[in-house]
């Protein structure tokens, strides 16, 4: 799946993920400098996070929230 999170609007707008990155220092994601400068740990725990469901359900989340997303098409699909 790929998720452009690219302002720091639509990084507040994905809530159906946030809310599940608990674990995570928020402060050091507020701003999308911080999220540059962190960008393997938040790459890390979206990745582990976006693994516990399908890409179905994950595009029906972020959709509702107006956050770019979509599947990544193979040959196969």
Known sequence: ???VVGND????GHAPLSRHLNSLPIQNFLKNNDRVANGKEIMASF????????VAHWLHELE????????VKTFTR
């Open 1 to 3: 799946m790929m998720l």
């Open 9 to 12: 609007s639509q990084f507040a």
């Open 47 to 54: 990745a582990d996070l976006l693994s516990k469901n399908t």
């Open 64 to 71: 509702k929230t107006g956050v770019p997303c979509g599947p």
